[in-house]
């Protein structure tokens, strides 16, 4: 996970809001004042970032309600000046301005706007008890044992009895409810936001942050996901074959939407979970990378820097000696801090860290790679101004580690002294169902959340209509229902951190396609030829220096020049996925044939 120095786009983004201030001059205004404007702002943009963001990694290293109040009043000073400026950016559309520099005008007004102060203190509260409410909420059963959203997680990841399960699910999707009316209020006042700025609404608004048009940019998502649908009915075929084994044609039907509580996760969004009822008979690897970390005894900074060394393989830059004095890369004994993985961008420059509280598993292994993703990110475009230090859109930031996390091959893992004995060449297939339960079965959850969410800032799902609309969705585009009767007013779109909390979710969608895309290009840059899931770029510095042309662009340019800096493609192409999972997609098919000869 990002944690990138507030900047105005980001922060925009990222809450979808910003407070009002003193009123814009009139008039519209002239290339010379906006020249001024932007320098100015960037300006302070920089210094109100450069400290809001050290004020919240002391919040996240030292939890108290003393650095929590600092870090929220450093914030109020970041999103009044995000509101200020753009209000008045919006003095320089339609005047003559260098690409840059209307770019950048463009980039500041991609955020809500309530001019109202009544309202805009009723969006900012509505917006804090929606994350306190979904934060404290907890399924408490008629003995009065009551469990959080983590101990329902471990029940469905682990849990093998379908009653558990249903309880787990059940449990936390009774919670939503109560901050429904909240929620619809809050999409008002976010719509008001929106319109104030020129936007339909707010779906609109955020469609508008992709560099085309709100409409072109649905049609994208829609051609992306009809590219890659054909291997997730195949891969959700053979989950529905392997989990009516385990648990009966009482509970998984053979044809129509599986219940949503069987696949592992509380939103069906990812199946790795069940792979253990999934795994191949044969061809599954008995290697085991977290029993050779705890063999070797690998401190924290020795994960790090398995990842440092795959960028620094590439041509890239060492992390800056700061990097390891100021990061956080295990649990203090003697205080509570944020242990979730994250990676900071703190001065604009070289502060750059991760907060992990890092143990030898193979899983954190992986998440090392990904965070080290963000920081190189950082790093490659530190020299260009604030406004143009984020990633080309904002499933970039995240694509960046998770290309490089489908470069940790056995081959790798050998070069480096991981593995020491040749990999079984039939352990592929394991592997490669493995990842796709994380990557391709993610796919649908990832487009109909914000899909559902488009529908409804637009008015045309109806608060009555909210349980309805989200599971036509989950069905369509999943395959997966309610295993329970729906609600009479019932919010299970709000059991989803995302909507509870308003933080866009195409992102993800866009990161997890981009990421294969990406892999593909740098293995033909690196002159690899074989089987694309193979394939390592560590030690190419000719695909590093491929990917690192994109990476110190930033944000200066549309997404799709980045792209092609780095691909030689202008256009997000689900078939580089496709061309990596190809020999899984044969596998099962050839299963999902006997599978249902089988059933009959």
């Known amino acids: 996970m990002k944690k990138p120095l507030v900047l105005a786009l980001g922060l925009a983004l990222a809450t979808g809001f910003a407070h009002a201030a003193p009123a814009p001059k009139k008039g519209k205004g002239t290339p010379a004042e906006a020249k001024k404007f932007i320098a100015q702002t960037e300006e302070k943009f920089d210094k109100l970032g ?61 955020t809500l706007m309530l001019p109202n102060e009544k309202e805009r203190q009723a969006y900012a509260d509505a917006n804090a008890k929606l994350n306190g409410a979904y934060g404290k909420a907890k399924y408490c059963t008629a003995d009065g044992k009551c469990q959080a959203l983590g101990d329902l997680e471990k029940t469905l990841a682990t849990s093998r009895n379908p009653k558990e399960l249903l309880e787990a699910w059940s449990g936390w999707h009774q919670q939503s409810p109560s901050y429904k009316k909240l929620y619809t209020e809050y999409v008002e006042l976010s719509n008001k936001g929106a319109r104030e700025m020129g936007y339909a609404d707010t779906g609109a608004l955020w469609r508008a942050g992709y560099d085309m048009k709100p409409e072109e940019f649905s049609a994208e998502m829609e051609r992306i996901w009809q590219q890659v649908k054909p291997l997730h009915e195949a891969l959700h075929t053979y989950t529905r074959y392997k989990l009516r084994e385990a648990y009966g044609p009482e509970v998984v039907p053979l044809t129509g939407p599986i219940p949503a509580h069987l696949f592992g996760n509380m939103w069906s969004q990812s199946w790795e979970n069940i792979y253990p009822l999934l795994m191949p008979a044969t061809g599954a690897s ?43 890369l295990e649990k ?18 070289d502060d750059v860290r991760i907060k992990m509280c890092i143990r030898p598993t193979e899983e954190e292994f992986a998440v090392i790679h990904h965070e080290l993703g963000h920081i190189y990110y950082d790093l490659a475009y530190k020299n260009q101004s604030s406004l143009f230090r984020n990633g080309a859109n904002d499933g970039f930031h995240e694509a960046i580690g998770d290309t490089i996390a489908l470069s940790i091959t056995p081959n790798y893992l050998k070069k480096v002294g991981l593995m020491n004995e040749e990999p079984d060449p039939n352990a592929a297939t394991g592997e490669l169902l493995k990842r796709a339960l994380a990557k391709v079965a993610f796919l649908p959850f990832a487009y109909s959340v914000d899909k559902w969410r488009w529908d409804v800032y637009a008015g045309k799902t109806k608060p009555a209509d909210y349980d309805k609309s989200w599971w036509q969705l989950r069905e369509q585009y999943m395959g997966v229902k309610r295993p329970l009767p729906m609600l009479a007013d019932g919010f299970d779109a709000g059991a989803k951190y995302h909507v509870a909390a308003d933080v866009p979710y195409a992102r993800y969608f866009l990161a997890h396609l981009l990421q294969f895309q990406l892999h593909r290009a740098l293995c033909k840059e690196a002159g690899y030829t074989g089987p694309l899931h193979q394939c390592s770029i560590y030690g190419s510095e000719k695909a590093g220096k491929k990917l690192w042309s994109m990476l110190e662009m930033g944000a200066s340019k549309p997404w799709p020049e980045a792209l092609k800096a780095a691909t030689g493609e202008e256009r997000i192409d689900g078939q580089a996925m496709l061309d990596y999972f190809a020999p899984l997609k044969t596998w099962l098919d050839e299963q999902n044939k006997q599978l249902a000869a089988k059933a009959k």
């Not at 008045?88 to 559309?93: D, H, I, K």
């Not at 620094?312 to 000696?321: A, I, W």
């Not at 203090?332 to 001065?347: G, K, M």
């Open 50 to 110: 450069h400290i809001g963001s050290r004020a919240a990694w002391v919040a996240q290293n030292f939890i108290t309600d003393d650095t929590e109040a600092l870090t929220a009043y450093f914030g109020e000073l970041q999103l009044d000046a995000s509101g200020q400026a753009a209000l008045e950016a919006r003095r320089f559309n339609g005047v003559k301005l260098s690409d840059e520099e209307a770019r950048k005008i463009k980039l500041l007004q991609l």
């Open 286 to 328: 008995k290697f085991n990378l977290t029993n050779v970390l705890e063999q070797k005894k690998t401190s924290a900074k020795e994960m790090v820097q398995y990842g440092e060394r795959f960028y620094t393989s590439l041509g890239m830059p060492k992390l800056p000696e700061s990097f390891y004095e100021r990061s956080l």
């Open 332 to 349: 203090p004994r003697d205080r509570d801090v944020v242990c979730h993985a994250s990676a900071w961008q703190l001065d604009g420059k």
